[in-house]
T-cell receptor
């Protein structure tokens, strides 16, 4: 089983819509979780960190469900500029700088 | 502003050639990483380094080696390039003690081996 698994999508949504997708992780001891964003032909960049039950940053909300071992990312009021691949990332072990990356979920927002 | 640079954006090499990919960061980060990214597989760790002259294998080190002679520079070497090493190569760095585990990535090198 992969350490981090994501629905690859693509999720095609109209501007203004809400889109949400999940990521499952295999290590029940994981304490921290991250969403990175990768634009087409660009490098990944940190979008959000999730340490407890969740985190909210503007239109983006990340939620953690430890019992079911998944993290979700919800984007409200989608903008064209939200079109990207969203990578779910989990450290291999606490205090380890080595990260395990999901393969990514592609979101396309259309006008 | 944080910066990680890679020596080439695009590279075409022939099978059997020795290939050098260079990565430089200007943030005085201790930790540096080399990944390759392939469709459907995500980022896979090739090698990482916790400090100068230190290196450890990642998940897919076969066919690769690395060098870290200076803190700011981490080089990836393909000893004898093969077509299955055609991929996007990404370098990243992170500061020791960064609670957010924010790895800063370079722009990537798209390597094609023919």
């Amino acid at each position: 089983r992969k350490e981090v698994e994501q629905d690859p999508g693509p999720f095609n949504v109209p501007e203004g819509a809400t889109v949400a997708f999940n990521c499952t992780y295999s290590n029940s001891a994981s304490q921290s979780f991250f969403w990175y964003r990768q634009d087409c032909r660009k490098e990944p960049k940190l979008l959000m960190s999730v340490y407890s039950s969740g985190n909210e940053d503007g239109r983006f909300t990340a939620q953690l469900n430890r019992a079911s071992q998944y993290i979700s990312l919800l984007i409200r009021d989608s903008k064209l500029s939200d079109s990207a691949t969203y990578l779910c990332v989990v450290p291999l072990s606490p205090n380890d700088y080595k990260l395990s990356f999901g393969a990514g979920t592609t979101v396309t927002v259309r006008a | 502003d944080v910066k990680v640079t890679q020596s080439s954006r695009y590279l075409v090499k022939r099978t059997g050639e020795k290939v050098f990919l260079e990565c430089v960061q200007d943030m005085d980060h201790e930790n540096m990483f080399w990944y390759r990214q392939d469709p459907g597989l995500g980022l896979r760790l090739i090698y990482f380094s916790y400090d100068v002259k230190m290196k450890e294998k990642g998940d897919i080190p076969e066919g690769y080696s690395v060098s870290r002679e200076k803190k700011e520079r981490f080089s990836l070497i393909l000893e004898s390039a093969s077509t299955n090493q055609t991929s996007m190569y990404l370098c990243a760095s992170i500061s020791r003690g960064d609670r957010d585990y924010e790895q800063y990535f370079g722009p990537g090198t798209r390597l094609t081996v023919t």
